[in-house]
Structure formats: C-alpha cells, structure tokens
C-alpha cells in the first residue's frame, strides 16, 4: 500500500498591519488598565500630589530634628563640662575651707597660749606649767618629750631653775618609777630653764624594754617660786590623723 502524506497543520502568519493592529491593541489595553489603577488609587483617596508633599514635609522634619539632635548633643557635651569644672571648682573651696579652717584653729591656739601668758583666766600670775606632749620617735622604745612653761603677768624679770621628769608606770606588773636622769644614765641631771615670757624644752628619751610608762609626773623649782609646781600627765600618744 502507498505511503499517505504527513497531515499539514494550519499556521497562520499575521501581515504586517496585522501585527501593528495587535500592537496598537495591546497598547491600548495596558492604556486601559493603568487609567484604571490610577482612579482605583483615585477612587481610595490616594493622591500623589499630597503624597509628594507629605514626603517632602517629613524628610524637613528629619533634617530639624537631626539639627536638633545635634544642638542637643552639644548642650550635653557642654553641660559635662561644666559640671567637671563645677567639680574641681568646688574640690578646690573644700580644700580651701580646710585650709583655712587649720589657720584659723591654730590661731586661736596661739591666742589661747598668748592670752594665758599675758591674761590667764584664773588671775594667777607667776610660773607655771602650760602643756606636756608626747611624740614618738624612730625607734620604737623612743620619745620625745616636750613641756612647755609659761610666766603669766609678771615678765619684769626672767625666771630661771630646774625641771625633774618622772615616768611613774610597772615592771614585770609591779610599780616602779624612773627619773628622767636615770633614763639618761646621769641620775643627778635635771632639765634647766630661763625665760621671760615662755619656754619650751624637748628631751629625747629610750625607755627600758620591761618598762610601762603610765603617768609624767613633772616638778619644776625657782627661786621665784616659795614651792614647787607639780602637775601630773596620762602617758598618752597623740591620735594619728585620719587618712
């Protein structure tokens, strides 16, 4: 039997105003659809000319604030540095305060000593004893002692003599007492004074090592003196300043 021929599908093959009628169609679709978006937008109450100026609204608004920002950041940085100053400002009148505070107590000491000197509060004129104080020294077992002397009201003459120390205190938990001499190693010696207004006398001492010192009993004789004066003192250092 003969071959049948292959079956021939039908194509078509637009003209050339074929396909510009297309074209045109399809332009006029796409027309179409966006003048429908556009009054759907429309239609919703979008409107790019409000949008375009509420976007230019906003982006002013960021640029003030960002200026603001920036203001903002300066004032702060200013502040900072005010309140540093403010800080070392005042640091400074503290210790100012404190300094002046010292003077000022150190001169009313000095107005006390002078006025006992000078006016003493009791009205008693004459020689007499004015303080004792203790200080440590290098080496442990080491003092110094001062004792201070004053002539209240009468200052027409000096006044001379001699000071007896005594270290009253326990050895080995039982009394005992050492003269200022003895602590020296010459057991005769006495401390001297002359002056007219005040004198203050310094003696370095090292004290036994089974010796606790509890008390100075302190004599002090001249011949401007019908008796002698006695007074007696606490072993006590002074208290160390607070760091």
């Known amino acids: 039997m003969p071959s049948q021929p292959a079956p021939r599908f039908w194509e078509w093959r637009p003209s050339p105003a074929q396909w510009t009628a297309i074209a045109a169609a399809a332009v006029a679709l ?21 949008v375009d100026r509420e976007r230019r609204e ?14 903002l950041n ?12 403010d800080r070392e400002a005042y640091g400074q009148v503290e210790r100012t305060l404190a300094e002046l505070q010292a003077q000022l107590s150190s ?9 006992s000197i000078v006016s003493p509060a009791d009205g008693i004129q004459g020689l007499r004893i ?9 080496d442990p077992r080491a003092f110094k002692l001062a004792l201070t002397l004053i002539q209240a009201m009468r200052h027409e003459s000096v006044a001379s003599g001699l000071v007896q120390i005594t270290l009253a205190g326990l050895t080995a938990n039982r009394p ?10 010459r057991p005769r010696a006495q ?3 002359s002056f007219r207004y005040f004198q203050t006398i310094e003696q370095n001492v090292t004290l036994p090592a089974d010796f606790e010192p509890l008390e100075v009993e302190i004599e002090v004789r001249s011949s401007k003196l019908k008796s002698p ?13 607070p760091l």
Do not use: C
Not at 74 to 85: D, F, G, N, P, S
């Open 30 to 50: 796409a027309l179409v659809a966006w003048v429908a978006w556009h009054q759907g937008r429309l239609s919703g109450g979008y409107d790019s000319t409000v």
């Open 58 to 71: 906003a982006r002013a608004q960021v640029d003030v604030l960002q200026r603001e920002n920036a203001r």
């Open 74 to 85: 300066v004032q702060v940085a200013e502040l900072e540095m005010a309140r540093q100053l």
């Open 107 to 115: 001169q009313g000491g000095d107005l006390a000593f002078y006025r």
């Open 130 to 138: 004015h303080r004792f104080e203790l200080s440590p020294g290098a």
């Open 176 to 185: 005992s007492r050492h003269t200022l001499g003895e602590l020296l190693g």
């Open 191 to 193: 401390l001297p004074f």
């Open 229 to 241: 004066v006695r007074q007696t003192f606490p072993w006590k250092l002074p208290e160390a300043p």
